[in-house]
């Protein structure tokens, strides 16, 4: 619920209390009956209020005013589920309890019941009253408009307010029922995605733990290769050697996840007559092959591509090819240095030192 | 042709770098290069639940001493030889067991809808009404202390406050309709003084009963005048995306409530 349409709504149960109470007010101010009666004297006409009905001897009256204490009750029913209906409104804006305030609101909606109730009564209280012979709904003044239309007017209102209020309540609950489906069912997606990413890292370290030394062994040297390439093999100083003991353990996991990539490790695999190995491509088949399944797959691999490759680049030294002039014997030669010191020897005197 | 369309270029050109004006200026706001600007602060909002509740305490008492101490009806009328005057306090004191016309008044057929018993009746119930503002008056003004101690949030303060509001709402309503009849019954008197036998010239009018009746209206007046001050309070908070752990005189030192 936005601002604008909280306030409207409150504005529209304020007003549906405030003409209750006006509506209650009139019910006890206001003269309701004329009775005609025909004495020796001539003809009197008393009027009568409420009040009045209730402590008249006749019984007839007494009924015309139990009929209007039912609708002055449905007023106050009207007052009551108002002003629950405006603490709902002020519990949604608050955001607190706000299934309490929605069930609130909703119960608030039962205004309209009442405030039909209310004008129904009435219209049907005074279309009785017109058909009695000796008695007639009283009148302004000279004026040919009766007093109980006032209340009748107030109660029109209040059901116009009802109308509206339960417009707004019910427009709201169905955002708000409609809204939490959709928040669902993406949570349940998100869910699915998530579970599905779970199987397949889990996969993915089963297969990696089940690897044989015998298999690392073979993967080791391809895995090595690029970084022989581009290191000082000459020189086996201290850091290389670090390096590329760290290198054989975690390339596994450091390496990005993609099915061609899968598809190549496993490959080598297939000649060697080990049990151990055999039990690969076994796991490989018990992976579900649905489109839907590939398709999280994908999207689960695509989204882990760039954070193992931003993490790959990080950790991997960026390496530069670089021309060092040796002090002693003036030979120039290329040598590849990364970020941190690098040991260099003269391939021509074998002076050894360090470039920065 | 030609020139409107460069007028409405440049116009573009110039609501362009407003726009542009603006967002750089929010960017610098947001950075922390460039300050605020500060605008005029309005009146805000305060914990009102001592000043409230006091303030319905007062109410309530005078309403009580009106009901106590000011007639309830005041009667004038010509009996030809003399004039009668009489003032008649609750359960219907003052009436004089020698001024039989008035008590004839108040007795059967019932021409303005009032009898001796509504005089006992509506002013007790008015001042249980009364005495339960009293009551509330007192539950909010504790409440303020304790506030004062505890230092709730302005939601929760707010929530509170609204809920008073209501049951003073709902209190005041009845203050109001338990009395209204006896100005109805003021009302009805103008259809059927003619009936009334000897008191053609009476002059009826009910003092406490239209002072509590004002009253109550006036408190019911202002209990949704709070109601609506505190749901716009309401909305200012969660508009600005405070969590209101604060207590509302914190912000007001620190000047972020504008």
Known sequence: MNWGSATRTRKITSLIVVSSIIGLSLMALLPWISVTEITSSGETVTVYNIAMMEKSDDGQIGDIAKDLELISSFFWLVIIFGILSFVGIVLYVSKKHSSLAQLIMVLGCATIIFSILVVFLLWNWIKNIESMEAISVSLIGSLSIKYAYLPLLVGVISLIGSVSYTGFATYFSIKRIIGSIKQKKSAEKQYDQKSMLKQFSKKDEQTIIKKTPIVEKQELPKRIRPIEKTSLHEIPSEPEQEKSKELEKPVMQKQPFTPEKLVSEEQPLKPVPSETVQEQPQESEELPTSPLFEKALSSAIEKRQPEIEKEETERQPVKKKISVRCPECKNVFTIEKDEDITRIECPKCGKKGIAK | ?258
């Open chain 2, 1 to 258: 042709m030609n020139e409107e369309f460069a007028l409405g270029a440049k116009r573009g050109k110039k609501l362009k770098e407003e726009i542009l004006d603006e967002s750089f200026k929010k960017a610098e706001i947001s950075r922390g290069i460039r300050l605020p600007d500060k605008k005029p602060s309005k009146k805000s909002y305060e914990k009102t639940f001592p000043k409230l509740g006091v303030l319905l305490i007062i109410f309530a008492i005078i309403g009580l001493i009106f009901i106590y101490n000011v007639p309830w009806a005041y009667i004038k009328y010509d009996t030809g030889e003399e004039q009668v005057e009489a003032s008649i306090y609750r359960n219907f004191e003052g009436a004089g067991s020698e001024n039989q016309q008035i008590l004839d008044l108040f007795r059967s057929p019932h021409y303005i809808g009032l009898s001796i018993d509504d005089f006992t009746d509506m002013p007790t119930s008015a001042s249980y009404g009364f005495i339960l503002l009293i009551v509330l008056g007192v539950i909010l003004t504790l409440f303020g202390i304790l506030d004062k101690i505890r230092n709730f949030s302005l939601e929760t303060s707010i929530i509170i406050h609204f809920i008073f509001a209501i049951v003073t709402i709902v209190t005041g309503t009845f203050i109001v309709l338990s009395v209204i009849k006896i100005l109805g019954s003021h009302f009805l008197l103008g259809y059927n003084m003619p009936l009334i036998p000897d008191l053609s010239n009476i002059i009826l009018f009910f003092p406490a009963a239209f002072v509590v009746v004002v009253f109550g209206f006036i408190i019911v007046k202002l209990a949704f005048t709070i109601m609506r001050m505190d749901f716009n309070e309401l909305q200012k908070i969660k508009e600005i995306g405070t969590t209101s752990e604060q207590s509302f005189s914190q912000y007001a030192q620190e000047g972020k409530f504008q």
